[in-house]
């Protein structure tokens, strides 16, 4: 069974240091066959995309590639806007759609996201669909409820993995309790069956563990903590180590 790590890098790396850090995966991924059971998948800045995708083609690495965001259409008059085919063509091969980060600051409605998964789909992009509730919703017993609704935007097209994020616990180091995350990713199962579920929401070295046992994880979706080196192979490492007990 294929298990997930996707590093998402948001806005913390500069182009150099993308690539700095992308060099250092691709030799570590190399040199160690524990991994290949694990789908690695960088989500570099976008402008880091293009020569961070190009480092992992020449390399032959079997690391993917995933864009932060894309467009709600494939081109045509949308200043600013990211076509989704052409993501592809730079070697993109998910795009993470309906991150908190993008719903919050960017005030992006279920209305947009279904606009961006309709345009990430027809290109052949896979898409990360990420969902979770705030912290009042979670105290009003409505998280359930709140991220049912979410799901319901990626009706008729099937993700390649659906992230579950808690709005609270992403970049605040306050990771949800695990039998928690089991909880929700059982109700996302019965909703989405079929598609891979991670957790995302302060993952580190120290709790990735916890995360990686439970039943219906297939990984994890990391952000601060996987924009250093040292902090991807020691998550990486202590994943490999829990697929061969389980294996056994
Ligand atoms: C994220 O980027 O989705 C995320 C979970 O961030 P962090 O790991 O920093 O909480």
Redesign the pocket.
């Known amino acids: 069974m294929k298990r997930y790590f996707v590093a998402?890098w948001?806005m913390y790396l500069s182009v150099a240091k993308s690539e700095q850090l992308i060099r250092q995966l691709i030799r570590y991924e190399r040199g160690n066959k524990i991994l290949r059971d694990i789908e690695i998948i960088v989500a570099p800045s976008m402008l880091a995309l293009s020569s961070v995708s190009a480092l992992v083609k020449q390399s032959r690495s079997k690391i993917k590639i995933a864009a932060q965001d894309c467009g709600i259409a494939d081109a045509g008059a949308f200043t600013g806007g990211i076509s989704s085919s052409e993501l592809k063509k730079m070697g993109a091969r998910y795009v993470i759609i309906g991150?908190a980060e993008r719903r919050q600051f960017f005030n992006e409605d279920a209305m947009m996201l279904s606009k961006k998964i309709s345009a990430a789909h027809k290109a052949g992009l896979g898409i990360i669909y990420c969902v979770g509730e705030t912290q009042d919703e979670r105290h009003a017993a409505r998280a359930g409820e709140v991220v049912r609704e979410q799901l319901r935007v990626v009706q008729g097209v099937t993700p390649a993995l659906i992230a579950y994020?808690p709005r609270w616990?992403?970049?605040t180091g306050l990771a949800i309790e695990p039998h928690e995350a089991e909880h929700m990713h059982a109700s996302i199962a019965r909703e989405v069956r079929g598609v891979p579920i991670c957790y995302?929401?302060?993952?580190n070295e120290k709790n990735i563990a916890a995360f990686i046992n439970l039943e219906n994880t297939r990984g994890v979706?990391?952000?601060?903590?996987s924009t250093t080196f040292v902090g991807c192979s020691e998550m990486l490492g202590r994943m490999s180590k829990i697929i061969q007990a389980k294996a056994i």
């Open positions: 998402n948001k991150h994020e616990a992403i970049g995302g929401g302060s993952v979706l990391v952000g601060s903590a």
